[in-house]
């Protein structure tokens, strides 16, 4: 009998009741980093306008101050997962959590457009390790049958952090009587916006001393007793504890640890595995959702909304994103996480071309007619549950469970990466494509949605329940 049939017969993979508790509480901490991901990516959409009026730049190249911070998640995310297989998981997390502290302190008392650029690129390197390490490690430390619920901890806690910021963003604004550059405590009301950010940085660090270090990493070092305490902790003290560590070992062994050379090969320079994790992460961000997130107040402002109403709006589209996330995360370990992207797909391919339809009309009297105005926005939120429901939580889900135990953590690395870059793409590009043709804009979007669907059918499969040593 092999070790996998042993640890599946001896009930590995399935947490007893008392034990859950804890295994929650874990995904729950390591899932903090993907609140910060959210958060200090989502904070700029209420300083945008008043960076552009502080130091009196174009569209351009505010444009490149807002999404020069994704350069940075690139290479984080590139880098991240060598660094957790060097020095472990929990320290990742901790180097992650100062570098977030340092980059709120940074944005909030910038000298001039420049260093505020680089701190932003320093709170980038930050989100990109956190987009690596929160998925990765959760999908080790949770068993099979609750791990892709426990795996989309992470784009709720996202999406979540989305929320927050643009509520807090919400609540300082009003505190300086609706500007964005009024004064609170000494510093103009962006500023604070972006300094509040050292709040959740310094418990996302503290958390990290509570939770225990990934089994995987603790067995690859060569510290099994370790090991077999974290999985009593969280599996129980039912389960063959011996099948569960050989099972792991035996991988292992049979794997080396992940470099960027083992991803190589095949017709097209990666493994084929590699390039449909790529896949998965490019068209999640070229269906500009993204844009919703980073550029929403100013896009609503464009056709006629109240700066008051925009943040207001703003807000509405966060709230349908953790709808539907929670949504997702009920239904991500029935029906499948294949279903779920396909279902979303659909959805999203609706609400964009609404969107492009509804932009299409000149504006009167500087704002869309009444009837485009609402198709406008009602389209917006269906696209943005959508694809909450499904790509938003399907694709961490995925990159943290699809790809073979040996190339893990650097295929995770370049799959997230690639999602970096094509929001960078993405970011950086809208506010001149809006400025040429806002409806063509999201034409482009509906079309890369669309072709997801032949995407999802063709090259991705299910993982739901299988375990990792699996894959591959």
């Known amino acids: 009998m092999t070790s996998t049939s042993q640890a599946q017969k001896s009930g590995a993979g399935t947490a007893q009741p008392e034990h859950l508790g804890h295994v929650v509480f874990i995904a729950a901490a390591a899932a903090m980093g993907g609140f910060l991901f959210g958060y200090d990516s989502s904070v700029i959409n209420g300083a945008v306008e008043a960076v552009r009026d502080r130091y009196d730049v174009g569209s351009a190249a505010l444009a490149q101050v807002i999404a020069v911070a994704l350069i940075g998640c690139a290479v984080g995310a590139a880098t991240a997962g060598r660094i957790a297989d060097r020095i472990g998981r929990i320290r990742c997390m901790r180097i992650a959590a100062v570098l977030f502290t340092v980059s709120a302190?940074?944005?909030?008392?910038?000298?001039?457009?420049?260093?505020?650029?680089?701190?932003?690129?320093?709170?980038?390197?930050?989100?990109?390790?956190?987009?690596?390490?929160?998925?990765?490690?959760?999908?080790?430390?949770?068993?099979?049958?609750?791990?892709?619920?426990?795996?989309?901890?992470?784009?709720?806690a996202i999406v979540i952090g989305i929320a927050v910021s643009q509520l807090v963003n919400w609540g300082?604004?009003?505190?300086?009587?609706?500007?964005?550059?009024?004064?609170?405590?000494?510093?103009?009301?962006?500023?604070?916006?972006?300094?509040?950010?050292?709040?959740?940085?310094?418990?996302?660090?503290?958390?990290?001393?509570?939770?225990?270090?990934?089994?995987?990493?603790?067995?690859?070092?060569?510290?099994?007793?370790?090991?077999?305490?974290?999985?009593?902790?969280?599996?129980?003290?039912?389960?063959?504890?011996?099948?569960?560590?050989?099972?792991?070992?035996?991988?292992?062994?049979?794997?080396?640890?992940?470099?960027?050379?083992?991803?190589?090969?095949?017709?097209?320079?990666?493994?084929?595995?590699?390039?449909?994790?790529?896949?998965?992460?490019?068209?999640?961000?070229?269906?500009?959702?993204?844009?919703?997130?980073?550029?929403?107040?100013?896009?609503?402002?464009?056709?006629?909304?109240?700066?008051?109403?925009?943040?207001?709006?703003?807000?509405?589209?966060?709230?349908?994103?953790?709808?539907?996330?929670?949504?997702?995360?009920?239904?991500?370990?029935?029906?499948?996480?294949?279903?779920?992207?396909?279902?979303?797909?659909v959805g999203m391919v609706i609400g964009l071309a609404l969107e492009a339809?509804?932009?299409?009309?000149?504006?009167?009297?500087?704002?869309?007619?009444?009837?485009?105005?609402?198709?406008?926005?009602?389209?917006?939120?269906?696209?943005?549950?959508f694809f909450a429901l499904s790509w938003g939580v399907v694709v961490w889900v995925m990159l943290g469970e699809m790809f073979p135990n040996r190339i893990r953590a650097a295929a995770l690395g370049v799959a997230a990466a690639a999602q970096w870059i094509a929001n960078w793409a993405v970011t950086a590009s809208f506010p001149s494509l809006a400025d040429w043709n806002l409806s063509a804009t999201y034409v482009i979007y509906t079309v890369f949605a669309a072709l997801s669907i032949p995407f999802v059918l063709k090259f991705v499969k299910e993982t739901k329940g299988k375990a990792l040593e699996e894959m591959g």
């Open 105 to 156: 302190v940074g944005s909030a008392l910038p000298f001039s457009l420049y260093d505020l650029a680089f701190w932003r690129v320093v709170g980038g390197f930050a989100i990109g390790m956190a987009s690596v390490i929160g998925p990765a490690y959760i999908a080790e430390v949770a068993p099979p049958a609750y791990r892709g619920r426990l795996g989309s901890f992470q784009q709720a």
């Open 172 to 345: 300082i604004l009003n505190a300086a009587g609706g500007d964005q550059r009024g004064e609170i405590m000494g510093l103009e009301a962006w500023q604070v916006m972006l300094g509040v950010m050292v709040v959740p940085a310094v418990v996302y660090g503290l958390l990290s001393f509570a939770i225990p270090e990934s089994p995987r990493y603790l067995i690859s070092a060569g510290r099994q007793e370790h090991a077999r305490k974290i999985l009593e902790e969280v599996e129980g003290k039912e389960i063959d504890l011996d099948a569960r560590v050989a099972e792991i070992e035996s991988a292992m062994r049979r794997d080396e640890k992940s470099s960027f050379k083992d991803l190589l090969g095949g017709s097209f320079f990666f493994k084929p595995i590699v390039w449909i994790g790529i896949g998965l992460s490019v068209f999640q961000q070229f269906v500009g959702i993204n844009v919703a997130f980073y550029y929403s107040a100013t896009l609503w402002q464009s056709v006629g909304v109240d700066p008051t109403a925009s943040f207001f709006y703003s807000f509405t589209t966060s709230i349908i994103n953790i709808v539907g996330t929670v949504i997702a995360m009920i239904f991500v370990d029935r029906i499948g996480r294949r279903p779920l992207a396909i279902i979303g797909s």
């Open 357 to 385: 339809w509804a932009f299409s009309f000149d504006l009167v009297d500087g704002s869309l007619p009444a009837t485009q105005g609402w198709v406008a926005l009602i389209a917006a939120h269906v696209f943005v549950l």
